[in-house]
């Protein structure tokens, strides 16, 4: 069974930093896409960074570029979501996803989901 659990959300003022993880299980690791995204209340899935299956490489979302680095562990099966620069525009509910191939940052190609964890940036 495909799990993932994200934790490491919480309140940060504006500039502040926060570091996610994930951890999962039931698949192999780095053969899989994985990635970040987030919800704001009232808003769609955003699909924020993701790592490809095919070469591992990452892909950021242009609101975060620059400001938020993802990275992974294969030998802890983890993916970790580095943001600095905090916006009080970042604040939202973040999930880690899964898949088989990478097909994009659309949440939509994305079968497996954890459940969430909440970002918070005050100005």
């Known amino acids: 069974e495909v799990q993932l659990q994200a934790s490491g959300g919480g309140w940060v003022q504006a500039g502040g930093s926060l570091r996610l993880s994930c951890v999962t299980s039931?698949?192999?690791?780095?053969?899989?896409?994985v990635g970040w995204f987030r919800q704001a209340p009232g808003r769609q899935h955003e699909g924020i960074s993701c790592?490809?299956?095919?070469?591992?490489?990452?892909y950021y979302a242009d609101s975060v570029k620059g400001r938020f680095t993802i990275s992974s562990d294969n030998a802890k099966n983890s993916l970790y979501l580095q943001m600095d620069s905090l916006k009080p525009e970042d604040t939202a509910v973040y999930y880690c996803?899964?898949?088989?191939?990478?097909?994009?940052?659309?949440?939509?190609?994305?079968?497996?989901w954890g459940q969430g964890t909440l970002v918070t940036v005050s100005s």
């Open positions: 790592i490809s299956s095919a070469d591992r490489s990452t």
């Open positions: 039931g698949f192999t690791f780095d053969e899989y896409a």
């Open positions: 996803a899964a898949d088989t191939k990478y097909y994009g940052m659309a949440a939509e190609h994305y079968g497996y």
